[in-house]
């Protein structure tokens, strides 16, 4: 036979399996038909032989046999037996489930908690660690990185970088000179492009400025990627050209809905972009987010060829205005598409013979020094950037949670052997009436199924309506979340794949116990002896490792919750209270250098005049924030190395930012108007820099050397208290302050303004006053301290919430667990029970009784907890603060919450146990 004959024979019988099956009145009238048919035939041919007709009939009956023998052999020829015991199975199983409401509802509930709390999680996860950027094929995305040893040639770069193990650097950011050369002379990919996320830039629309995220990308960026605008045309190779060449934009579908009312007439409208006329000529599809991220989308891209005029020097460096030129500042991030039949391993050779030439040929080689290596990495989820912040924390949170869900199983095992040993007359029955042991397994294991279907259903709701939780928690009081969450096809194959697998695996044992009963001497029990004692081993056993995870669970929530406790109460050593912060970002175009301080200075002075601004300062870097400045140091006296010279943290402020903050002068003086632009540069230092550098010295007057290319030299004039600059769990490290005015112009500076008065009351005046000195100039990430300190312990805060969620529950489930072993445990001890009292015993013994059992069963499930505990607590070390891993505080409390909650839920059963009359208890089966 022809392979076509087979697959057309195939296909012919799945076509007749799915007509026999739905379209089942009609085969069986055929069916009946059919025998009815042979019957009468053969009782004709008898008829015929000289019988009568009754008697020909009964004959016929008697030689076709049974009919519905015939009809089942028909069925099974067809493959519709397995059909029919399954859709069987199917209603025997809904109708048992509706007769016992409330053990449906708690086997559905828990599996809906423990298989919840995982989609919710895994939604979370895949999106900030899975999900793919939105372009044509993005398997065949290839980022670019380079490595270097330690006595490498790149020294200045903007973007990622990161140390290796055995020394030297990883890094994505290259310079444009060696862009246009890989690009120029790149054989091996179909193509390659480049791209950089810029960070917000001021973009009026219609005479509002707003602070948008951009990206700027090259001529060839949509055609690498293979996406259209949804609506006009994508940035082409012309936009990128000379210098100025390219005044457009194409914006957002995010951007097009809120500012412009998704107006198709949005194609030609011109914006202000850093007071830089731009033309919109494309809006981007909805879900494309660049080629950095997959996660969020940038507001506007323009092309590199508009960076001199938009964006001069890009950042606060002394760099030249035009980035396209310059040498010797890697900033670019380069992203290509591999051709069908070239190896990425010979591609990545070729490009590095480029490299090294174009390396050469751009910048200085000394003696001794080597050539960055370059690697082509997966670039179908651009540059990856959550995935060294939230790798592991994400892969914590979803072990917590895959514990959670297995004490949801744990109950639903707990419950079914129970329910089997409740049963166990009816599954005798069953195999004495002629059912196989197979097919009591397969009912029992289809009732497992449908619990676990029906609470994977619930947690595929639960989840949907928790989906934004984790978003929201990494979101801050001034910024939207860092990410949406979608349900996506990934997710319901995740739901419906773990919701199979707790019902097949969790329901097997149980089903297996429930099919291997004894015919003959199942029947003769009573029901106060079916599968006492093995059903109690076996229920206890899991009951002992319910109360292990929740140990567990609650260990750890322990532990991140005392963790942020410490955060939260570590001394930051300034004022948080009452203190309100913007930022500002001054254009280059229309402040170069000195003129941003006069700017500066005239918004320092308006903001102070406004009603309810008690005192007012600014800084470079906000107090807590995550970010940081440092520079060289080099004391008077000490020799300054061409390389290695010591680093210390330093911030460029306002005259009130002590007195702002609340910092104290523990000696010395702070700014004042003797600090001007033209005379001797001075600093402050904190208390640490002065014990590490001057030890019993006294600082005040003494000069250092700082900065790193030209430096600078500078006069210490007063010493300050430690405050925390970086983050909270960081300790106080050496730190000097600047004048802002003594510096060479800064871009960004936050605001900070002390007020008695509620943020959000004077936030309109504040707005009016930088109104009236810029209208153009938007206040950006308007929020409190308090709330900038919260941002900067989101991480830990994170945790704290999702794992006392993961306590609770773990409580709950433990719980609903510990109460069905005890109240099953008093059901099948009733008669035990009767005769105790009958012989003299009190319900407080009773009482006592049940409850020691449960304190057993208990102090057995924490005793293995503990152990769990302390490997588990090895994994998270690094990420507490302010606690070890094994604190015994945290350890005794939660092992005591456990001890009480199985007392508690005990309590019930024992009660009911106490209160048995013995002529009762003594008829009871």
């Not at 030439?357 to 997966?378: F, I, N």
């Not at 109950?411 to 097919?439: D, H, I, M, P, Y």
């Not at 989840?463 to 319901?492: D, E, H, K, Q, Y």
Request: charged residues 15%; positive net charge; glycine residues 8%.
């Amino acid at each position: 036979m022809s392979l076509k004959s087979l697959i057309a024979r195939l296909v012919s019988q799945i076509c007749s399996w799915f007509r026999a099956a739905f379209h089942r009145r009609e085969l069986e009238e055929r069916m009946e038909s059919e025998l009815a048919c042979h019957v009468e035939i053969l009782a004709d041919d008898l008829a015929r032989s000289g019988l009568g007709p009754e008697e020909a009939a009964r004959r016929a009956r008697i030689a076709v046999g049974p009919l519905l023998k015939h009809k089942e052999e028909m069925r099974a020829s067809l493959g519709l037996r397995w059909w029919d015991q399954l859709w069987a199975d199917v209603r025997y199983a809904l109708r048992i489930l509706r007769k016992t409401p409330g053990f449906t509802a708690v086997a559905v509930i828990s599996l809906a908690l423990g298989i919840g709390a995982n989609t919710a999680i895994f939604t979370a996860a895949q999106h900030m660690l899975l999900d793919r950027l939105q372009a044509s094929d993005p398997e065949q995305l290839r980022m670019f990185y380079w490595s270097e040893p330690r006595q490498g040639v790149v020294d200045d770069m903007w973007g990622f970088w990161d140390d290796l193990p055995g020394g030297g650097q990883l890094s994505s950011s290259f310079s444009y000179p060696v862009y246009e050369q890989l690009r120029r002379q790149n054989s091996s990919l179909a193509d390659v492009m480049a791209f950089k996320p810029y960070g917000e830039m001021t973009v009026t629309i219609g005479g509002d400025a707003h602070a948008l995220e951009a990206e700027m990308v090259s001529g060839n960026f949509y055609s690498v990627l293979g996406v259209s605008p949804k609506l006009g045309r994508a940035i082409q190779e012309s936009d990128d050209g000379p210098i100025g060449s390219g005044p457009v934009v194409t914006i957002s579908d995010r951007l097009w809905t809120e500012r412009f009312g998704r107006s198709p007439n949005v194609i030609g409208k011109v914006i202000r972009v850093n007071s830089i006329p731009m033309t919109i000529i494309g809006v981007n599809p909805p879900g494309f987010t660049g080629a950095y991220s997959a996660q969020n989308s940038p507001d506007i891209f323009l092309p590199f060829s508009m960076q001199p005029i938009v964006a001069p020097q890009g950042s606060n460096r002394p760099w030249t205005p035009s980035l396209l030129t310059n040498q010797k500042l890697w900033w670019v991030l380069i992203m290509g598409r591999v051709k069908p039949d070239v190896p990425t391993s010979t591609a990545e050779a070729s490009l590095n013979v480029i490299l090294n030439a174009a390396v050469r040929a751009t910048m200085p080689v000394g003696k001794g020094a080597q050539v960055p290596h370059l690697l082509l990495r997966d670039g179908s989820r651009g540059q990856y950037p959550y995935v060294e912040g939230f790798q592991k924390p994400i892969l914590v949170l979803m072990t917590l949670s895959g514990l959670v869900l297995l004490l949801a199983c744990t109950n639903l095992a707990n419950l079914l052997l129970a329910r089997a040993g409740a049963r166990k007359r009816e599954t005798s029955t069953r195999l004495a009436l002629g059912a196989s042991r197979v097919r009591i397994l397969g009912q029992m294991l289809t009732e497992s199924l449908m619990l676990s279907l029906t609470g994977g259903a619930g947690g595929l709701l639960l989840a949907w309506g928790m989906r934004n939780a984790v978003p929201r928690l990494m979101s801050t009081a001034w910024a939207p979340p860092a990410f949406s969450a979608r349900f996506s096809w990934p997710i319901f194959v995740f739901a419906i794949a773990i919701s199979i697998l707790t019902g097949i695996i969790f329901g097997l044992a149980p089903a297996w116990q429930a099919s291997r009963v004894q015919v003959g001497s199942s029947l003769k029990d009573s029901g106060q002896t079916i599968m006492h004692r093995s059903r109690g081993l076996a229920g206890r056993a899991i009951v002992i490792l319910q109360v292990a995870l929740s140990l567990l669970l609650v260990f750890g929530a322990g532990l991140f919750v005392r963790s942020l406790v410490h955060l939260e109460r570590t001394p930051l050593g300034f004022r948080s209270h009452n203190l309100l912060l913007f930022e500002v970002e001054l254009p280059e175009k229309l402040y170069p250098k000195t003129a941003s301080t006069v700017i500066l200075h005239r918004l320092q002075e308006r903001l102070s005049a406004v009603p309810g601004a008690k005192s007012l300062t600014l800084t470079r870097v906000p107090l807590i924030s995550g970010n940081a400045s440092n520079s060289t140091f080099v004391p008077e006296g000490q020799q300054r190395k061409p390389k290695g010279n010591p680093s210390v943290l330093m911030n460029d402020v306002g005259e009130h930012f002590f007195s702002t903050f609340g910092i104290p002068i523990v000696a010395g003086r702070g700014f004042d108007t003797r600090d001007t632009p033209a005379s001797q540069k001075v600093a402050v230092v904190n208390e640490t820099l002065a014990k590490n550098y001057y030890p019993n010295v006294d600082p005040i007057g003494r000069t250092f050397q700082a900065g790193l290319n030209h430096p600078v030299t500078m006069q210490i004039v007063g010493v300050c208290g430690d405050a925390r600059y970086y983050r909270v769990e960081r300790k106080v490290e050496p730190t000097f302050y600047a004048p802002y005015w003594q510096t060479d112009g800064i871009r960004g500076a936050t605001f900070a303004i002390a007020t008695r008065l509620e943020g959000q009351t004077l936030l309109p005046s504040l707005r009016d006053a930088v109104r009236e000195i810029d209208p153009n100039l938007p206040m950006l990430n308007v929020r409190t301290q308090d709330e900038q300190i919260a941002a900067n312990l989101q991480p830990e805060r994170i945790f704290a919430v999702l794992t006392s969620a993961f306590g609770v529950l773990a409580l709950i489930l433990a719980c609903i667990g510990i109460y069905g072993i005890m109240a099953y445990t008093v059901v099948q001890r009733t008669n035990e029970i009767g005769v105790r009292l009958a012989l003299g015993a009190v319900p407080r013994q009773i009482l006592e009784m049940i409850l020691r059992d449960a304190s057993q069963m208990s102090i057995a499930g924490i005793m293995i907890g503990v152990t769990f505990s302390l490997l588990f607590a090895r994994f998270i070390r690094s990420i507490l603060f302010g606690i070890t891993a094994t604190d015994p505080v945290t350890l005794s409390a939660a092992a005591l919450v456990l001890l009480l909650v199985a007392l508690g839920a005990s309590l019930v059963p024992a009660q009911r146990a106490a209160g048995v009359q013995p002529t009762e208890a003594l008829r009871h089966e």
